[in-house]
């Protein structure tokens, strides 16, 4: 069981801290409004982490590819993506300054994290996979407990995950100058951008 813990906390860390969509978004709200919205932006994306792993485990990553739902939800992702991409640009272009920004722009980061990750397709080929690995790590078809235990491990790494990137930004978005703002946000912008290419081109 420890085995299998220590293997999904492993996971999670990877998964989380590896550079993409909710990252990219994390910077850019966390550079314009400080540790909170970099939070919830992270906790958000555990919404989507969690159903996602629970789809993965469960073996229901195989209904999930099906054509009639795999092309409309990377459609809506691609298109979020993009969204959030030209968002991203504006702000390089106009830097933002925070007493400028409307006052219920930082509470639905929450939100923006949750619909970022529950529309990513990419999460039904990587849980899938993940699904495959319980089983190679217990050279069996995985138990409930054994699959909570997993469940269990990449969760914990995931919320630790989401206090370490906040703090991380926090403290960036603290000491940066206006340029490396501007930089930071088109670089967000750019790379949410071509995720939403990336996403499109799959269809």
Same mark, same amino acid.
């Given at each position: 069981?420890?085995?299998?813990?220590?293997?999904?906390?492993?996971?999670?860390?990877?998964?989380?801290?590896?550079?993409?969509?909710?990252?990219?978004?994390?910077?850019?709200?966390?550079?314009?409004?400080?540790?909170?919205?970099?939070?919830?932006?992270?906790?958000?994306?555990?919404?989507?982490?969690?159903?996602?792993?629970?789809?993965?485990?469960?073996?229901?990553?195989?209904?999930?590819?099906?054509?009639?739902?795999?092309?409309?939800?990377?459609?809506?992702?691609?298109?979020?993506?993009?969204?959030?991409?030209?968002?991203?640009?504006?702000?390089?272009?106009? +830097?933002?300054?925070?007493?400028?920004?409307?006052?219920?722009?930082?509470?639905?980061?929450?939100?923006?994290?949750?619909?970022?990750?529950?529309?990513?397709?990419?999460?039904?080929?990587?849980?899938?996979? +993940?699904?495959?690995?319980?089983?190679?790590?217990?050279?069996?078809?995985?138990?409930?407990?054994?699959?909570?235990?997993?469940?269990?491990?990449?969760?914990?790494?995931?919320?630790?995950?989401?206090?370490?990137?906040?703090?991380?930004?926090?403290?960036?978005?603290?000491?940066?100058?206006?340029?490396?703002?501007?930089?930071?946000?088109?670089?967000?912008?750019?790379?949410?951008?071509?995720?939403?290419?990336?996403?499109?081109?799959?269809?």
């Amino acid at each position: 069981m420890l085995m299998i813990f220590f293997s999904a906390v492993v996971f999670g860390f990877v998964f989380c801290l590896s550079p993409g969509a909710v990252l990219a978004e994390t910077l850019r709200r966390g550079l314009l409004h400080g540790f909170t919205p970099a939070l919830l932006v992270q906790v958000g994306s555990l919404v989507g982490d969690a159903t996602w792993a629970v789809i993965g485990l469960t073996g229901m990553a195989l209904l999930i590819q099906h054509e009639a739902i795999r092309v409309p939800l990377t459609a809506v992702c691609a298109l979020y993506l993009a969204w959030l991409g030209v968002r991203s640009l504006l702000d390089a272009w106009r +830097l933002p300054q925070p007493d400028n920004v409307p006052v219920g722009s930082g509470r639905n980061a929450l939100m923006v994290g949750a619909a970022i990750s529950l529309a990513n397709p990419k999460n039904i080929v990587y849980w899938g996979a +993940l699904g495959s690995a319980l089983s190679g790590i217990v050279g069996a078809t995985p138990s409930h407990g054994q699959t909570l235990m997993f469940f269990a491990g990449f969760m914990l790494a995931s919320i630790l995950s989401c206090f370490l990137v906040a703090a991380l930004v926090n403290v960036l978005g603290k000491n940066a100058s206006a340029t490396w703002q501007r930089i930071s946000y088109g670089t967000c912008g750019a790379v949410l951008i071509y995720l939403a290419f990336l996403a499109a081109g799959s269809l």
